[in-house]
């Protein structure tokens, strides 16, 4: 079994040298008087194993743990306590703690597993490995003992539960449900990153295709504008090849015409220099040539009419054929301009084809980067499943090893119910043994009537032997009492190992000492022993409910839970919790059997009134469950 050799300490406390104190298998006790250090040992073992704050050792802080005689001014100051177990075959292990305070009031804390140097989480791992654990009972300090004796049932199961390691098996149950649930959580996350990454790849998917679709309508789109640049430039030339024809056959018509304008113009200059000659004549004739020059004159101007006529057509033509050549220049000089347009247009358009080549390769090199990134999308949904195939098989062995759990709790009712039989067969024994002693009773009383017509001899003779047997069903009955009471322990204790979920953490909270917690339901109220199996009964798990001032110590308690992972516990804040409206019904009164409400058979102060209505609300106690029954 390990127990502890020796503690070795070194300036801690009110020790100033190096004192080494043994420890002797079985049990040791240290004595003497008031001041002599007796608690500074139980304090310089909690030190060393870690397992209490500076103010759990009545030190306000970790420097006040160094001996004062050891302290001087302006200089470094250094305790030591090192505990030495013996774990059997032979075998030791040393655990060191050392505290060094500097000049500037600082200090430092190291602790050591056989002279190797460690943290305190690996410290408590290998104390759990032994069987000490910080919230356990392996030490009891001086206010436990009365805490302890002042405790109900209920809480005395636990500490034996915390001793028998049952405790911890619920806890590894709490952990494992608490792993489990974490576990489900993680797979929950990943499935839902799983199909995001699906909706994002089938997206990407479909991004691609429009990618590739835009990709070629753009490439088809510009050849066909290439295309009509071409074409129009091919129409340009060829009007403008048309207006330069037409061009020139208007030249030919326009120097014609300027030809035969030039010709009437001379043979109009002629005419009127005929005319002259012919007035001068005129003058020289009779009246009979006057009348035929006349005639002829009439005729004359009748041509000469026609020929200014056809002249005036003839220039209105010119004016005509002047504007469709002003008209055809502005053509031209449009055409000339449309041409430098498309040239500048091709000129663009040749330079733009290195930007589009460009394009079209940026754009191919998108696709395949859009493509490498799907497949990098579907190698890491490879990983997720891999690891999510891994989470399922971490989740079938935390399921497998909850089953046996099960199977074990289910094993440990089994042994109950056969408990409980073994208990019932030894009542009916027990009553049998009774009857079988009423009846030897009987037959002592009869023979004793007797005793007259009997001989002395023969009756001392029989009264012996009714003696014996009284005797002998008297120690069988004690028996059975005795056998009866082991089993009713047994029984509470699987009782407490299926109803211990919660009391673990319960315990972590009271001891952590948090201001505003007033304790557990069932400490804040006294009852009179003839109720108590009822309001025990009556309550059941809310009497584990843990009792605070106001809802801001809840959320402190459970960040302190949370910090310490310590499982979950429900609070009842006093400032929250209201009383429900009790039905105190006059006819129940007179009622036979009757008691009163549950509620009023507690002792408790006025401040707690309220949980213990809330706990047992309406609930009425009867003397037995036939007087219950009608109501």
Not at 135 to 144: C, F, I, K, R
Not at 297 to 312: D, E, I, P, V
Not at 545 to 569: P, S
Request: proline fraction near 2%; hydrophobic fraction near 35%.
């Amino acid at each position: 079994m390990v127990h502890i050799k020796n503690i070795e300490l070194a300036h801690f406390k009110s020790f100033s040298g190096i004192s080494k104190i043994p420890f002797f298998p079985g049990f040791t006790v240290i004595s003497g008087p008031n001041g002599s250090g007796k608690s500074n040992i139980l304090d310089a073992i909690l030190f060393c194993l870690g397992l209490a704050s500076s103010r759990g050792m009545r030190a306000e802080r970790l420097p006040d743990l160094i001996s004062h005689n050891h302290i001087q001014q302006g200089k470094t100051a250094e305790a030591y306590v090192s505990v030495t177990f013996d774990l059997g075959n032979e075998q030791i292990q040393k655990i060191t703690r050392r505290l060094r305070a500097t000049q500037g009031g600082n200090y430092t804390s190291t602790y050591y597993i056989d002279e190797q140097p460690c943290s305190l989480t690996e410290l408590h791992q290998e104390l759990n490995r032994l069987r000490i654990y910080p919230e356990g009972y392996n030490v009891v300090l001086q206010g436990d003992v009365t805490r302890i004796i002042t405790m109900n049932n209920r809480e005395r199961r636990e500490i034996i539960d915390e001793l028998a390691g049952v405790a911890e098996f619920d806890r590894k149950i709490e952990q494992t449900k608490q792993t489990l649930a974490e576990v489900k959580a993680t797979e929950e996350r990943y499935q839902i990153i799983v199909e995001e990454l699906t909706k994002i790849s089938d997206r990407l998917s479909t991004d691609c295709l429009k990618a590739e679709k835009y990709q070629q309508l753009n490439s088809n789109i510009h050849e066909k504008q290439s295309w009509l640049m071409v074409i129009n430039w091919r129409l340009l030339q060829e009007q403008e090849q048309q207006l330069i024809a037409e061009i020139a056959q208007d030249n030919l018509k326009i120097n014609q015409l300027e030809t035969e304008l030039a010709s009437l113009a001379i043979s109009l200059q002629q005419a009127q220099e005929t005319v002259n000659n012919l007035n001068q004549t005129i003058r020289a004739m009779g009246e009979e040539q006057q009348l035929a020059l006349a005639s002829n004159l009439a005729t004359y101007q009748a041509k000469h009419q026609q020929q200014l006529k056809q002249k005036n057509d003839l220039e209105n033509q010119i004016i005509k054929y002047q504007t469709l050549l002003n008209q055809a220049r502005e053509q031209l000089l449009q055409s000339g301009e449309k041409i430098k347009e498309l040239t500048e247009q091709q000129q663009e358009v040749s330079q733009q084809i290195p930007q589009l080549i460009q394009q079209q390769k940026e754009a191919e090199n998108l696709v395949n980067q859009t493509q490498n990134k799907i497949r990098e999308i579907a190698q890491n949904s490879e990983e997720i499943i891999n690891k999510q195939n891994e989470i399922n098989q971490k989740i079938n062995q935390i399921k497998t090893a909850l089953n046996n759990s099960q199977q074990n709790l289910i094993r440990e009712t089994e042994r109950c119910h056969n408990l409980e039989q073994q208990i019932n067969q030894n009542r009916e024994r027990l009553s049998q043994q009774e009857e079988q002693l009423i009846s030897k009773q009987t037959e002592k009383d009869y023979l004793t009537s007797q005793l007259n017509q009997i001989s002395l001899q023969s009756l001392a003779e029989e009264i012996s032997q009714l003696e014996n047997e009284i005797n002998l069903a008297q120690e069988t009955t004690k028996r059975l009492n005795q056998e009866e009471r082991e089993i009713q322990r047994q029984l509470d204790k699987l009782e407490a190992t299926k109803q211990a979920q919660g009391t673990y953490t319960s315990n972590i909270i009271l001891q952590a000492q948090i201001p505003g917690i007033h304790g557990l339901v069932a400490q804040l109220g006294r009852v009179e022993p003839l109720y108590q199996l009822a309001l025990e009964i009556a309550g059941g798990g809310r009497l584990g409910y843990l009792v605070v001032t106001d809802d801001q110590v809840a959320a402190e308690a459970i960040k302190y839970l949370k910090a310490k992972n310590a499982g979950r516990a429900t609070f009842l804040p006093l400032n929250k919790i209201k009383a429900p409206q009790i039905i105190d019904t006059v006819a129940l009164r007179y009622a036979p059997g009757y008691l009163d409400l549950a509620v009023n058979l507690i002792n408790c102060e006025n401040q707690y009134r309220s949980i213990f209505a809330y706990v047992f609300g309406n609930t009425v106690v009867f003397d037995d469950l036939e007087s219950a029954r009608p109501y």
